[in-house]
């Protein structure tokens, strides 16, 4: 998937992402109504809707554990678990599917490696997206 595709797939994502972070807002409300026009509160997320996404398909594709995709992401193995079920409902609403790679990597030496190997250049640093 290049990039084009990945921005793509995003904005697809978007609207069922709102809507899905509505429902639970509400949920965690008790069906309060929501101030429209209020200040908005809270802290941002820690994970981006691109960053939930990349997650994910680190995780479906390569077999990638969790607490790996965690550490690369600099956040914690909760936080991973419960974003890519979200986005792991997502993606089955809207009839998009992520097929496995026939390899599997279980470290993220493994990653690298398999970044190296396939001329896919890598940061230094990851940058968050905030």
Not at 46 to 51: E, F, K, N, Q, R
Not at 71 to 97: S, Y
């Amino acid at each position: 998937m290049n990039t084009d595709q990945f921005d793509a797939l995003i904005r697809e994502l978007a609207a069922a992402h709102a809507t899905q972070r509505d429902g639970q807002l509400d949920q965690r409300r008790g069906g309060r109504p929501r101030i429209v026009g209020g200040p908005t509160t809270g802290r941002p997320p820690a994970l981006t809707l691109g960053d939930r996404l990349l997650a994910t398909i680190l995780h479906y594709r390569t077999r990638l554990p969790q607490v790996a995709v965690a550490m690369l992401f600099g956040v914690r193995p909760e936080t991973v678990n419960k974003r890519i079920r979200d986005i792991r409902q997502i993606l089955t609403a809207t009839g998009h599917t992520i097929m496995p790679t026939g390899q599997r990597l279980t470290s993220l030496q493994d990653l690298h490696a398999f970044a190296d190997a396939e001329g896919i250049s890598r940061p230094k640093e990851i940058k968050p997206a905030c």
